[in-house]
């Protein structure tokens, strides 16, 4: 059985040494949170429908609920946006401008070219990427603001080529019905012209379904959505899913550190505090083999804590089912603990720490040593921060440029590399029962 218990410090600890655990077994042994989409989707499922038959009307009606905040239209005007800009202070400008050119360099190296097999004469199949049409990017208000989130979604959508953007991201009282002026001015750095002042599910719906604003222009439906949300925004995603394509179904964010007795405590506390401060739901995990690191750690959290300004959500999320420090008997079982794991964010804090990373084989995204913290990727390492959560990196990638194209394959055969395989075709359709795909062929070569 395996052992957990609430150690004196502020986050429980699980031990897994001298257990042999098979891979269910270890999945099922480490802590996990996450939230009960399904629970929520009969609560979203009439925002949807509604937002789906009035449009803009039943968003604004909902924002006006929920938030105690309805604009007087959806679509920002761009002097506003301008507006932000020109208020941003100069040293946070600076700042995205660099977060921009990273992202943008690394991002530009996902493009993907078109590609020719031929396979006789006469016979070709290409496959072309082709991005997608129009995108809605989500960005979320809540406990914090999130330019950064601009950014990681633009960005990747821009370097595939996709014509059309729109963000949407909550209207804010303080802000006369606009989203937050940091996110409009983002918005605008990047070259979005299209910003709307809706959140939650009824963004979703309304980026899936469009309608028309209060000044009778057209709001037009998107053919994917992407960005991260709370729960609603989560449940929302789910049920437009047939309507439009989604990146993901986001949870609360997480972090895993595999650490040996190299690391520094102070770092190791500091990074799973960082990842804390986002949500109260927050998975922050230690791994290691070493029980002094991780005494250590303890008593780091406790002094950092008393520091930390947003303690209380800090303290919730650390105390949570969700994060622990988990005890193993060496590093090779780490490796084994993290890649059950499948974090969206993997620090490798070790000796040798490029080597351990080599070996991981599930994570959303991995930092290498100790000047490579998670904040360095949410901000300005030039990777993309969206990430797969709860488990979901055992088979699932990050935002990237691929995300915004579509593989199209072209056959191009003429008629003596159809004949040459005519034969093949007509056996395999009645194999299959299928007599008429045979036809289609044989009929061809009639005279």
């Avoid at 989409?37 to 038959?53: F, G, K, L, N, S």
């Avoid at 660099?98 to 360099?105: K, L």
């Avoid at 991780?294 to 303690?311: C, G, I, P």
Wanted: proline share 5%; with cysteine; net charge negative.
């Amino acid at each position: 059985m395996v052992s957990v218990n609430v150690s004196p410090g502020p986050i429980a600890r699980i031990d897994l040494r001298d257990r042999s655990l098979g891979a269910a077994q270890l999945r099922a042994a480490l802590p996990r949170g996450g939230v009960d989409v399904d629970a929520v989707v009969p609560r979203v499922r009439p925002i949807v429908e509604a937002v789906a038959q009035r449009g803009a009307e039943a968003a604004l009606e909902y924002g006006a609920s929920f938030d105690g905040v309805r604009p007087d239209w959806v679509r920002v005007p761009a002097a506003r946006l301008k507006a932000a800009l020109d208020a941003l202070s100069s040293d946070v400008r600076a700042a995205l401008e660099v977060a921009i050119d990273r992202a943008r360099a690394v991002h530009a190296d996902q493009r993907r070219t078109d590609s020719t097999t031929t396979l006789a004469p006469g016979a070709t199949v290409t496959e072309r990427w082709v991005p997608v049409e129009r995108v809605g990017l989500y960005v979320p208000g809540g406990n914090a603001v999130y330019p950064s989130s601009v950014v990681m979604n633009v960005v990747p959508a821009q370097t595939a080529g996709v014509d059309s953007l729109v963000v949407a991201s909550p209207p804010q009282a303080a802000f006369d019905g606009l989203p937050h002026p940091t996110i409009l001015a983002a918005s605008h750095l990047l070259g979005v012209e299209e910003v709307w002042a809706v959140g939650g599910a009824q963004a979703v719906a309304l980026l899936a379904y469009g309608g028309t604003d209060t000044d009778g222009t057209e709001l037009a439906p998107v053919d994917m959505i992407t960005g991260p949300g709370n729960i609603y925004v989560t449940a929302a995603k789910r049920i437009c899913r047939s309507q439009v394509g989604i990146d993901a179904e986001a949870g609360p964010t997480e972090i895993a550190i595999l650490a040996d007795h190299t690391a520094d405590p102070a770092h190791v506390a500091a990074d799973l505090i960082s990842q804390a401060e986002h949500d109260e739901m927050a998975a922050s995990v230690l791994v290691t083999p070493s029980v002094e690191l991780a005494d250590a750690t303890d008593r780091e959290l406790d002094n950092q804590l008393q520091t930390t300004v947003h303690r209380d959500r800090v303290a919730a999320a650390l105390g949570g089912k969700q994060s622990a420090i988990v005890l193993v008997d060496d590093l090779d079982a780490g490796v084994r603990t993290v890649n059950a794991y499948a974090a969206e964010h993997l620090e490798i804090q070790t000796a040798e720490a490029r080597e351990v990373a080599g070996r991981i084989r599930s994570a959303g995204a991995i930092f290498v040593g100790a000047y490579a913290p998670v904040s360095l990727g949410d901000y300005c390492a030039g990777s993309n921060h969206v990430l797969p959560t709860a488990g979901c990196a055992r088979h699932s990638s990050g935002l990237s440029v691929q995300t915004f194209l579509r593989g199209i394959h072209v056959v191009d055969y003429d008629e003596v590399a159809l004949k040459d395989v005519a034969g093949y075709v007509i056996t395999l359709a009645e194999a299959e029962n299928l007599p008429a795909h045979g036809e289609a062929v044989r009929r061809r070569f009639e005279r």
